[in-house]
Each structure stands twice: as C-alpha cells, then as structure tokens.
C-alpha cells in the first residue's frame, strides 16, 4: 500500500467540485465524486489558484458528465500522467494528439480519446492550470494524513491478510482528494481517506472501500466466466453481498457493515437476481481461495 500520486489527487481535486444533478442516471451519480465537505475545506486550506479553474467550468462539466460512459471515463484522467509535471508537459496537445509516450496509461489514452473531445480537454485545461500550486500546497496539507492513515492501515491490513487474501496481495494506493470513494484501475486500485485534516486518520475507512472495490472486480471475473454480462448493477449488487460475507470475523467486518448501512443501491438489481455461485466464487476470490 502507497501513496497515490499528487497528480492522481489532483484531478480528483477536481472532480470534486464538478456537480451531478439529481436526475442524472444512477451510475451517473454513482460515479460522482462530488463533495461539498471538501469544496469548503479546500477554499480554506489550498491556494486560490487551485480553487478558482476548478470552480470556473465545474456547472458546464457536470452537464457534459450526464451520460454514464462520459461521467466513468473520465475517472481515467487520474492515471492518463505517472505525475504532473507530465501532464503539464502535455497540456498544449490535444488528447487526440498525445502519443503513447506522452502518458502514463495508453489504456487511459485510448478511452478517452473515445469520449466527447470538449469535456476531456476542458477537464485537462483546469488540471493544468490549477497543477503548479496544488504540487506546492500538497505536501504541507494532505500529506501529512495520508503519511499518517499509511501507518494505520499497515497493521490493519496485516491482521485482514489470513482472512482477505486479495486486499493483503492488492495494490492499493491511497488519494487524499478521493474521500470515501474508491476507483478499481485494472490492478491497481485507489480509494480515498475517508477523512479530511485536521481529523485524526481512519485506517479502516480506506480498507472498505479498497475491499469493496476489488469485490467490484471480483465479481465482474466471476460473470464473465460464466458467459453472463457483468454490467455495473450486476457486479456493484454481487460485490456488496460477496464482501460482507468475506468481512466476517475479520477487523473490518463492522467498519464494512456501517459503511454499507450508509450506501444507497438504487439502480442495482436485486439480491434474488445475482446467482448465488457468483457470490460464492466472488467470495472465494476475495478470500484468496479463487483465481
């Protein structure tokens, strides 16, 4: 487990202050990382230059992420630069022009050159421009509690090891802008804090959202195996039922189960539409027990 880095932050510091409205689809909302918790602790804690391109464009932005494909992959921006000295070494091109070279993830590339051109170049303009001041503030703000919320999760995530397999074998990085939010990245998964400075670090908030994340991915393989379409109602409805069986009799069995008690499952299908092999084999890949 480790750090995500400052430009991932970033663009989730972004994403934050760009509203969703409330008759967006479910996965719309879903997807939607805006906070209005950090909104008012950012205006105070971060300079006014890392405030003002986020705040400028974020009503046209909310409009242009109100169709699913567009508000997820726009979630892609956090790993399309290695950091942000890259992506401002980008910034003057086109997304349609970068090449592979000129990026982090050609995965991410290539999504998002798949997405509406306005919205992905209007997001890397106020990630450009708010970049150099949020590299400066980052570590006097937010580094400190994510220093501080690693050393937590490290014997945390040990005693979870005999019990969650997958979450001990995982690479989880943690994002001091993602709140209590998690976004699963191919193997690499990325969950929030769960808290905000000057609140003292919540290790076992960023591990429920790292397990239910990877049960996300789990349960998505475990369709697919079986030939059955693993749409995001299908895999979100497996992966809360499948982690809370795997969180039982482990620390963050009642971290997870007031974590849940707090979600809203709109939009899923049904417990009585999942098969219930696909839980069990979810399950096992959450144990380690299952490939």
Known sequence: MRAASIYADLVFHLLAFVPVGREAPALVRAASLHS???????????PLETIEP??????????????????TGIQLLAILHDDVEQALGAALSAIGELR??????????ATLRRLPAEAVEIARIAVALAGPDFVDAHPKTL???????????????????????????ADIRLSATLGEHGRGYGDTVIVGLHTLPPDDPDPAGPLVLALHELAVQAASRAFEARGIEATWARSERVALLAAARAASGSPLEAPYVAWRASLSTEGLVGEGEVPPEVVEDTVLRLRGSSA
């Not at 909104?39 to 971060?46: G, I, K, P």
Request: charged share 20%; with cysteine.
């Open 36 to 46: 209005e918790r950090y909104q008012r602790w950012a205006r105070v804690s971060l």
């Open 54 to 71: 986020c705040e400028r464009d974020a009503a046209i932005l909310g409009a242009m992420l109100s169709r699913p494909e567009v508000a």
């Open 100 to 109: 592979e070279d000129e990026v982090g993830s050609a995965w991410a590339l």
């Open 143 to 169: 580094g400190p509690l994510t220093a501080a919320v690693l050393d937590g999760c490290g014997p945390l995530l040990a005693a979870c090891g005999p019990s969650l397999g997958a979450l001990a074998s």
